[in-house]
């Protein structure tokens, strides 16, 4: 229930006003009168964000509590997907403008399959845009040890605009996206620790050779966005 309780709602309108803010607007990319899937959309208020702005909206999730909260609450079109057992193409119906993937690619397996069947339901020139795409790095793997629902697989953004360009797209931007929370299981934030969990980490960072915006690198979570266009 996760994704329906009234903090991951809030979450939610947030994520909703900097994905129109950072990636909409940043990149001049046009919402009114576009028609949008929104692929693991969670509870659905970043497509009703979408849909308020002139949008078209079809969501999928594979959270049957964020499904029906998006349908009854919303009035959004939203359907069960699965990145592993379902085909995209059988459904959702129809073509789109453009398909979002947001904190989503980490749980499809194959996605040279997958941008394959993206780019068949994609309008000429349509784009894809992936939104908070985890690479792998110490912060991640510390915590996603403790998380029930796990990653399945991280890429890195290369790998990902490679399978990309071989299944017909085009990169139209690749940005870091900097976490500015440290990613940590909840119990790893008990105060009477700090000293110890400080110590390790002083420790630890003279011996990772490389360099971060992110001051404590094992706390640390990577993500890029990346954009590109179906090549017509």
């Keep these: 229930d996760y994704f329906i309780h009234p903090d991951h709602i809030q979450h939610s309108i947030k994520e909703g006003e900097k994905l129109i803010t950072n ?59 699965d990145f592993q057992k379902n085909d995209i193409i059988k459904t959702v119906t129809g073509k789109f403008d453009i398909v979002m993937l947001r904190a989503a690619i980490m749980f499809c397996e194959d996605i040279d399959n997958f941008f394959n069947k993206i780019n068949s339901i994609l309008k000429p020139n349509g784009l894809m845009i992936l939104q908070y795409c985890v690479v792998p790095t110490l ?24 399978v990309g ?3 017909g797209f085009d990169l139209i931007k690749c940005e870091e996206e900097i976490d500015p929370d440290m990613y940590v299981f909840d119990l790893d934030r008990k105060y009477y620790l700090t000293f110890f969990r400080v110590l ?25 966005l990346i954009i590109m266009r179906k090549i017509e």
């Design 23 to 81: 990636v909409f607007n940043k990149y001049n990319i046009t919402i009114e009168g576009k028609r949008i899937l929104d692929i693991s959309g969670g509870n659905g208020q970043v497509a009703l964000q979408l849909k308020d702005n002139g949008a078209s909206v079809v969501l999928t999730e594979v959270n049957e509590c964020a499904i029906k909260y998006a349908k009854q609450e919303l009035n959004i079109d939203a359907f069960f997907y």
């Design 139 to 162: 912060g991640t793997f510390l915590r996603t040890q403790f998380d029930d629902y796990n990653y399945r697989i991280l890429y890195l953004p290369d790998y990902i605009i490679d």
């Design 165 to 167: 360009k071989t299944n």
């Design 200 to 224: 390790y980490e002083c420790m630890a960072l003279k011996k990772i050779p490389f360099q971060s915006l992110f001051p404590l690198r094992a706390r640390y979570r990577k993500r890029y």
